[in-house]
Nanobody, 122 residues
Framework: QVQLVDSGGGLVQAGGSLRLSCAAS????????MGWFRQAPGEERVLVAT????????YYTSSVKGRFTISRDNAKNTVYLQMNSLKPDDTAVYYC???????????????WGQGTQVTVSS
């Protein structure tokens, strides 16, 4: 069992940066791939980025490539999403997720965080 707690969201102006954190409890954290999803008002929840248990092969959706960086610290049971050059279109609730790599990529992780709001003003 893994419990995820998201934090780090807030209000930022376009062009600014935020770093989201996801603290995980459970002894098996390091065995899971991790990901970040986001859901804008009236839209479906979509995958933003994923990272394997070893930190290799990060995946990014095209709209955030070059601006967002996903990383993890297995010693701290934490995964991060560094978001730079933020745009109003990045406004959404961001959710941390854990699970098998292929399940993350198909939007079916085993565990979800509670979400953290990111609002980017123009």
């Amino acid at each position: 069992q893994v419990q995820l707690v998201d934090s780090g969201g807030g209000l930022v102006q376009a062009g600014g940066s935020l770093r989201l954190s996801c603290a995980a409890s459970g002894r098996t954290f390091s065995s899971y791939s991790m990901g970040w999803f986001r859901q804008a008002p009236g839209e479906e929840r979509v995958l933003v980025a994923t990272i394997t248990w070893s930190g290799d092969s990060p995946y990014y959706t095209s709209s955030v490539k070059g601006r967002f960086t996903i990383s993890r610290d297995n010693a701290k049971n934490t995964v991060y999403l560094q978001m730079n050059s933020l745009k109003p279109d990045d406004t959404a609730v961001y959710y941390c997720a854990a699970g098998a790599w292929h399940n993350l990529r198909s939007g079916r992780p085993a565990y979800w965080g509670q979400g953290t709001q990111v609002t980017v003003s123009s």
